[in-house]
Protein backbone atom coordinates (compact mmCIF):
# COMPACT_ATOMS: atom_id res chain seq x y z
CA UNK A 1 0.00 0.00 0.00
CA UNK A 2 1.09 3.66 -0.75
CA UNK A 3 -0.56 4.98 1.94
CA UNK A 4 -3.28 6.55 0.50
CA UNK A 5 -6.74 6.56 1.85
CA UNK A 6 -9.77 5.09 0.62
CA UNK A 7 -11.26 8.62 -0.07
CA UNK A 8 -8.49 9.79 -1.69
CA UNK A 9 -8.61 6.96 -4.67
CA UNK A 10 -12.24 7.59 -4.86
CA UNK A 11 -11.51 11.45 -4.98
CA UNK A 12 -8.86 10.82 -7.48
CA UNK A 13 -11.07 8.33 -9.96
CA UNK A 14 -14.04 11.12 -9.56
CA UNK A 15 -11.85 13.27 -11.01
CA UNK A 16 -10.17 10.94 -14.08
CA UNK A 17 -13.61 10.02 -15.12
CA UNK A 18 -14.61 14.08 -15.21
CA UNK A 19 -11.66 14.61 -17.34
CA UNK A 20 -12.22 12.02 -19.99
CA UNK A 21 -16.23 12.78 -19.62
CA UNK A 22 -14.70 16.81 -20.44
CA UNK A 23 -12.16 15.04 -23.01
CA UNK A 24 -15.26 13.06 -24.82
CA UNK A 25 -17.53 16.03 -24.99
CA UNK A 26 -14.46 18.29 -26.74
CA UNK A 27 -14.02 15.96 -29.15
CA UNK A 28 -17.73 15.51 -30.05
CA UNK A 29 -17.94 19.07 -30.01
CA UNK A 30 -14.96 19.28 -32.77
CA UNK A 31 -16.32 16.38 -34.77
CA UNK A 32 -19.65 18.37 -34.73
CA UNK A 33 -18.32 21.36 -35.50
CA UNK A 34 -16.44 20.10 -38.55
CA UNK A 35 -18.65 17.94 -40.29
CA UNK A 36 -22.19 20.00 -39.79
CA UNK A 37 -20.76 23.31 -40.07
CA UNK A 38 -19.27 24.83 -43.60
CA UNK A 39 -16.77 27.27 -44.91
CA UNK A 40 -18.04 30.04 -47.38
CA UNK A 41 -18.21 28.72 -51.07
CA UNK A 42 -14.42 30.11 -52.65
CA UNK A 43 -16.56 32.44 -54.99
CA UNK A 44 -17.22 36.71 -55.13
CA UNK A 45 -20.88 36.94 -53.67
CA UNK A 46 -20.68 39.96 -55.83
CA UNK A 47 -20.62 37.40 -59.30
CA UNK A 48 -24.12 36.23 -57.99
CA UNK A 49 -26.98 36.24 -60.52
CA UNK A 50 -30.47 36.23 -59.52
CA UNK A 51 -32.29 34.35 -62.70
CA UNK A 52 -35.56 34.02 -62.68
CA UNK A 53 -35.84 36.88 -65.59
CA UNK A 54 -38.53 36.56 -68.39
CA UNK A 55 -37.36 33.85 -70.93
CA UNK A 56 -37.82 34.89 -74.59
CA UNK A 57 -38.76 32.03 -77.27
CA UNK A 58 -35.89 29.92 -77.96
CA UNK A 59 -33.59 31.26 -76.15
CA UNK A 60 -30.89 28.94 -74.21
CA UNK A 61 -31.36 28.46 -70.17
CA UNK A 62 -29.42 27.21 -67.77
CA UNK A 63 -30.70 25.82 -64.25
CA UNK A 64 -27.64 25.06 -61.85
CA UNK A 65 -28.24 22.43 -58.72
CA UNK A 66 -24.92 22.86 -57.00
CA UNK A 67 -21.51 21.08 -58.09
CA UNK A 68 -21.53 20.14 -62.15
CA UNK A 69 -25.20 19.57 -62.18
CA UNK A 70 -26.64 21.78 -65.32
CA UNK A 71 -29.85 21.75 -67.04
CA UNK A 72 -29.77 23.24 -70.60
CA UNK A 73 -32.97 23.91 -72.25
CA UNK A 74 -34.31 26.10 -75.43
CA UNK A 75 -37.79 25.05 -75.09
CA UNK A 76 -37.43 21.80 -77.39
CA UNK A 77 -34.71 20.00 -75.84
CA UNK A 78 -33.34 19.20 -72.27
CA UNK A 79 -30.37 17.95 -71.09
CA UNK A 80 -28.52 17.28 -67.78
CA UNK A 81 -24.72 17.34 -67.11
CA UNK A 82 -24.23 14.53 -63.65
CA UNK A 83 -28.03 15.11 -62.22
CA UNK A 84 -26.21 14.46 -58.84
CA UNK A 85 -28.70 15.19 -56.06
CA UNK A 86 -27.88 12.22 -53.46
CA UNK A 87 -25.10 14.18 -50.88
CA UNK A 88 -24.38 11.20 -48.76
CA UNK A 89 -22.86 13.26 -45.25
CA UNK A 90 -19.06 12.28 -43.85
CA UNK A 91 -19.86 9.88 -41.98
CA UNK A 92 -21.56 7.42 -44.44
CA UNK A 93 -18.92 8.45 -47.00
CA UNK A 94 -16.21 7.43 -44.36
CA UNK A 95 -17.41 4.40 -42.88
CA UNK A 96 -20.49 2.88 -44.46
CA UNK A 97 -22.01 2.43 -47.98
CA UNK A 98 -23.51 4.47 -50.21
CA UNK A 99 -26.51 4.80 -52.91
CA UNK A 100 -28.84 6.71 -54.79
CA UNK A 101 -31.60 9.32 -52.92
CA UNK A 102 -34.45 8.48 -54.72
CA UNK A 103 -36.95 10.33 -52.60
CA UNK A 104 -33.78 13.56 -53.18
CA UNK A 105 -33.79 13.12 -56.88
CA UNK A 106 -37.34 13.54 -57.40
CA UNK A 107 -37.36 16.44 -55.34
CA UNK A 108 -34.73 17.70 -57.42
CA UNK A 109 -35.36 17.26 -60.38
CA UNK A 110 -39.05 18.64 -59.25
CA UNK A 111 -36.86 21.97 -58.39
CA UNK A 112 -35.61 22.04 -61.52
CA UNK A 113 -39.05 21.92 -63.00
CA UNK A 114 -38.18 19.14 -65.09
CA UNK A 115 -40.18 16.04 -66.13
CA UNK A 116 -38.92 15.10 -69.60
CA UNK A 117 -34.96 14.80 -70.36
CA UNK A 118 -33.00 13.84 -73.56
CA UNK A 119 -29.77 13.14 -71.90
CA UNK A 120 -28.45 13.33 -68.90
CA UNK A 121 -24.46 13.17 -69.29
CA UNK A 122 -21.95 12.60 -65.96
CA UNK A 123 -18.97 14.26 -67.14
CA UNK A 124 -17.18 11.32 -64.97
CA UNK A 125 -17.78 8.31 -63.10
CA UNK A 126 -17.17 9.54 -59.71
CA UNK A 127 -19.63 9.14 -57.28
CA UNK A 128 -20.57 13.10 -57.07
CA UNK A 129 -21.18 13.15 -60.84
CA UNK A 130 -22.68 9.60 -61.59
CA UNK A 131 -24.13 8.27 -59.16
CA UNK A 132 -27.69 9.36 -59.36
CA UNK A 133 -27.61 9.78 -63.86
CA UNK A 134 -29.07 6.45 -63.84
CA UNK A 135 -32.16 7.76 -61.62
CA UNK A 136 -32.37 10.00 -63.13
CA UNK A 137 -32.70 8.63 -67.24
CA UNK A 138 -35.30 6.56 -65.36
CA UNK A 139 -36.94 8.97 -63.96
CA UNK A 140 -37.17 11.26 -67.15
CA UNK A 141 -36.68 8.85 -70.11
CA UNK A 142 -33.64 10.36 -70.96
CA UNK A 143 -30.46 8.45 -72.39
CA UNK A 144 -27.56 7.98 -70.36
CA UNK A 145 -24.88 9.29 -71.94
CA UNK A 146 -21.30 8.60 -70.67
CA UNK A 147 -17.94 6.12 -70.72
CA UNK A 148 -18.40 2.92 -70.47
CA UNK A 149 -17.63 3.01 -66.51
CA UNK A 150 -20.89 4.92 -66.89
CA UNK A 151 -23.03 2.55 -68.64
CA UNK A 152 -22.01 0.17 -66.09
CA UNK A 153 -23.26 2.06 -63.15
CA UNK A 154 -26.48 2.64 -65.42
CA UNK A 155 -26.59 -1.16 -66.02
CA UNK A 156 -26.20 -1.70 -62.14
CA UNK A 157 -29.60 0.55 -61.19
CA UNK A 158 -31.12 -1.75 -64.03
CA UNK A 159 -31.30 0.73 -67.01
CA UNK A 160 -32.18 -0.96 -70.22
CA UNK A 161 -29.50 -0.65 -73.00
CA UNK A 162 -31.19 0.87 -75.03
CA UNK A 163 -30.91 3.98 -72.90
CA UNK A 164 -27.24 3.47 -72.68
CA UNK A 165 -24.78 5.17 -75.09
CA UNK A 166 -21.17 5.04 -74.96
CA UNK A 167 -19.79 8.24 -75.82
CA UNK A 168 -16.90 8.24 -78.11
CA UNK A 169 -13.33 10.91 -77.80
CA UNK A 170 -14.13 14.25 -79.96
CA UNK A 171 -17.19 12.36 -81.69
CA UNK A 172 -20.42 15.00 -81.48
CA UNK A 173 -23.84 13.84 -80.17
CA UNK A 174 -26.38 15.77 -81.18
CA UNK A 175 -29.76 16.53 -79.48
CA UNK A 176 -32.07 18.66 -80.81
CA UNK A 177 -30.18 21.81 -82.03
CA UNK A 178 -27.28 20.78 -79.29
CA UNK A 179 -24.37 19.74 -80.57
CA UNK A 180 -22.31 18.28 -77.67
CA UNK A 181 -18.66 16.82 -78.32
CA UNK A 182 -17.02 15.12 -75.42
CA UNK A 183 -13.21 15.58 -75.38
CA UNK A 184 -11.32 13.06 -72.92
CA UNK A 185 -9.54 14.92 -70.58
CA UNK A 186 -7.85 14.45 -67.12
CA UNK A 187 -9.23 14.47 -63.56
CA UNK A 188 -8.27 17.31 -61.35
CA UNK A 189 -4.88 15.66 -59.85
CA UNK A 190 -5.01 15.40 -56.12
CA UNK A 191 -1.70 16.51 -54.82
CA UNK A 192 -2.01 13.96 -51.87
CA UNK A 193 -0.77 10.40 -53.25
CA UNK A 194 -2.88 8.46 -51.15
CA UNK A 195 -6.21 10.09 -52.68
CA UNK A 196 -4.44 10.23 -56.08
CA UNK A 197 -4.33 6.69 -55.84
CA UNK A 198 -7.83 6.07 -54.36
CA UNK A 199 -9.35 8.13 -56.60
CA UNK A 200 -8.12 8.32 -59.74
CA UNK A 201 -5.68 4.63 -59.66
CA UNK A 202 -7.52 1.77 -61.89
CA UNK A 203 -9.83 3.96 -63.37
CA UNK A 204 -12.31 1.60 -64.65
CA UNK A 205 -16.08 0.35 -63.62
CA UNK A 206 -15.71 -2.91 -65.63
CA UNK A 207 -19.26 -4.87 -64.43
CA UNK A 208 -22.31 -3.45 -63.58
CA UNK A 209 -22.24 -1.59 -60.59
CA UNK A 210 -24.96 -2.49 -57.77
CA UNK A 211 -25.85 0.10 -54.90
CA UNK A 212 -25.01 0.16 -52.02
CA UNK A 213 -21.55 0.34 -52.06
CA UNK A 214 -18.04 2.14 -51.21
CA UNK A 215 -17.57 6.03 -52.38
CA UNK A 216 -14.36 4.75 -53.75
CA UNK A 217 -16.41 1.70 -55.99
CA UNK A 218 -17.61 4.95 -58.20
CA UNK A 219 -14.32 4.55 -60.14
CA UNK A 220 -12.85 7.81 -62.33
CA UNK A 221 -14.17 6.19 -65.28
CA UNK A 222 -13.09 8.73 -68.29
CA UNK A 223 -13.01 12.82 -67.62
CA UNK A 224 -14.94 14.41 -69.99
CA UNK A 225 -14.72 18.02 -71.13
CA UNK A 226 -17.71 18.98 -73.14
CA UNK A 227 -17.29 21.19 -75.93
CA UNK A 228 -21.53 21.97 -76.93
CA UNK A 229 -22.37 24.65 -79.64
CA UNK A 230 -26.17 25.75 -80.35
CA UNK A 231 -27.33 28.36 -83.26
CA UNK A 232 -27.78 30.93 -80.18
CA UNK A 233 -24.01 30.27 -79.17
CA UNK A 234 -21.14 28.50 -77.45
CA UNK A 235 -19.72 26.88 -74.36
CA UNK A 236 -17.21 24.89 -72.44
CA UNK A 237 -18.03 22.34 -69.65
CA UNK A 238 -15.09 21.88 -67.50
CA UNK A 239 -16.26 19.35 -64.65
CA UNK A 240 -13.21 18.60 -62.94
CA UNK A 241 -10.05 20.89 -62.68
CA UNK A 242 -7.65 19.06 -65.04
CA UNK A 243 -6.73 19.34 -68.56
CA UNK A 244 -4.65 17.85 -71.09
CA UNK A 245 -1.96 19.98 -72.89
CA UNK A 246 -3.23 21.37 -75.97
CA UNK A 247 -5.98 19.39 -76.21
CA UNK A 248 -8.91 22.22 -76.69
CA UNK A 249 -6.39 23.88 -79.57
CA UNK A 250 -8.89 25.46 -82.71
CA UNK A 251 -11.89 25.89 -80.27
CA UNK A 252 -13.93 28.46 -79.30
CA UNK A 253 -16.60 29.08 -76.70
CA UNK A 254 -19.22 32.28 -75.55
CA UNK A 255 -18.70 30.86 -72.08
CA UNK A 256 -16.72 28.68 -69.41
CA UNK A 257 -18.61 26.47 -67.05
CA UNK A 258 -15.29 25.93 -64.89
CA UNK A 259 -14.66 23.78 -62.34
CA UNK A 260 -13.08 24.38 -59.42
CA UNK A 261 -13.27 22.03 -57.13
CA UNK A 262 -9.88 21.19 -55.12
CA UNK A 263 -7.85 23.61 -57.13
CA UNK A 264 -6.94 25.49 -54.63
CA UNK A 265 -4.82 23.09 -52.75
CA UNK A 266 -2.61 22.75 -56.05
CA UNK A 267 0.16 25.01 -56.88
CA UNK A 268 0.11 27.77 -58.41
CA UNK A 269 2.00 26.64 -61.32
CA UNK A 270 -0.83 24.03 -61.80
CA UNK A 271 -3.34 26.43 -61.44
CA UNK A 272 -1.54 29.05 -64.33
CA UNK A 273 -1.25 25.89 -66.59
CA UNK A 274 -5.52 24.73 -65.54
CA UNK A 275 -6.62 28.21 -66.84
CA UNK A 276 -4.33 28.45 -69.85
CA UNK A 277 -5.08 24.74 -71.35
CA UNK A 278 -9.09 25.79 -70.57
CA UNK A 279 -10.25 29.48 -70.21
CA UNK A 280 -7.41 31.12 -72.39
CA UNK A 281 -7.50 28.31 -74.98
CA UNK A 282 -10.96 28.64 -75.64
CA UNK A 283 -11.44 32.10 -75.60
CA UNK A 284 -14.80 33.07 -73.67
CA UNK A 285 -16.21 36.34 -72.84
CA UNK A 286 -17.58 34.93 -69.77
CA UNK A 287 -17.11 32.32 -66.82
CA UNK A 288 -19.27 30.51 -64.65
CA UNK A 289 -17.70 29.00 -62.06
CA UNK A 290 -18.84 25.07 -60.92
CA UNK A 291 -18.17 22.68 -58.22
CA UNK A 292 -17.01 24.86 -55.62
CA UNK A 293 -19.90 23.80 -53.16
CA UNK A 294 -19.37 21.52 -50.55
CA UNK A 295 -20.07 17.97 -51.65
CA UNK A 296 -22.07 17.30 -48.36
CA UNK A 297 -23.89 20.46 -47.56
CA UNK A 298 -27.74 20.62 -48.42
CA UNK A 299 -29.50 20.74 -51.90
CA UNK A 300 -30.97 23.97 -50.72
CA UNK A 301 -30.27 27.28 -49.32
CA UNK A 302 -27.43 29.39 -49.88
CA UNK A 303 -24.73 27.38 -51.64
CA UNK A 304 -22.31 26.57 -48.85
CA UNK A 305 -18.53 25.54 -49.36
CA UNK A 306 -16.82 22.23 -48.13
CA UNK A 307 -17.53 21.04 -44.29
CA UNK A 308 -15.08 22.65 -41.67
CA UNK A 309 -13.47 19.23 -41.73
CA UNK A 310 -13.13 18.31 -45.24
CA UNK A 311 -11.05 22.36 -45.22
CA UNK A 312 -9.19 20.77 -42.67
CA UNK A 313 -7.84 17.93 -44.59
CA UNK A 314 -7.53 19.67 -47.81
CA UNK A 315 -7.23 23.09 -47.43
CA UNK A 316 -6.44 25.68 -50.51
CA UNK A 317 -10.21 27.35 -49.90
CA UNK A 318 -8.50 30.98 -50.16
CA UNK A 319 -6.37 30.10 -52.60
CA UNK A 320 -9.19 29.21 -55.37
CA UNK A 321 -11.20 32.60 -54.53
CA UNK A 322 -7.68 34.92 -55.13
CA UNK A 323 -7.06 32.83 -57.49
CA UNK A 324 -10.56 33.77 -59.39
CA UNK A 325 -10.64 36.93 -58.35
CA UNK A 326 -6.80 37.61 -59.23
CA UNK A 327 -8.29 36.74 -62.85
CA UNK A 328 -11.20 38.51 -62.94
CA UNK A 329 -9.02 41.49 -62.19
CA UNK A 330 -6.51 40.47 -64.90
CA UNK A 331 -9.10 40.36 -67.84
CA UNK A 332 -11.46 43.13 -67.15
CA UNK A 333 -13.26 42.19 -70.47
CA UNK A 334 -14.11 38.85 -69.05
CA UNK A 335 -17.21 38.79 -67.04
CA UNK A 336 -17.30 35.93 -64.13
CA UNK A 337 -20.93 35.09 -62.58
CA UNK A 338 -21.77 32.51 -60.63
CA UNK A 339 -25.43 30.67 -60.87
CA UNK A 340 -28.38 30.41 -58.26
CA UNK A 341 -29.67 27.17 -57.25
CA UNK A 342 -32.66 25.53 -59.25
CA UNK A 343 -33.71 29.45 -60.60
CA UNK A 344 -33.67 29.32 -64.90
CA UNK A 345 -31.04 31.72 -66.03
CA UNK A 346 -31.07 32.94 -70.19
CA UNK A 347 -27.36 32.36 -71.09
CA UNK A 348 -28.13 33.19 -74.60
CA UNK A 349 -30.90 35.23 -75.90
ZN1 LIG B 1 -14.16 13.40 -59.48
Given at each position: ??G?T???????????L?S?LLL??????VL??G?????????????A????????????????S??????????????????WF?????P?L?L????????AI?R?????G??????V???????D??M?AP?????T?A????????????R????????????????????G??????????H???P?P???????G???I?A?????V???????G??YV??????K???L?V??A????????????D??????GG?????????E?F???TV?????????P??F?G??????????G??K?????????E??L???????V???????H???R?A???L?R
Open positions: MNQRPGILLMLRRLLLAGLFAAAYLLVYNKPPVDPDWLAGGEPVPDGAVTVRFGTATLLFSDGETHWMTDGSRPGVRLGKIAPDVARALEANVSQLDALPLHSHYHADEVARAGLLLGSESTANIGGWGLPEEQLRVLVDRQPVRLKFVITPIESRFEFDEMRRRALEPLDPLVPPSVFDYRLKALHVTHPGSWIGSGYVEGALQGLSAVVFLGVLGSQTPAYRTWREASVAPSRIIIHDLTAPLSGPFREAAVGWASGGLETAFLQGKAAYPQLSFTLPFRVVF
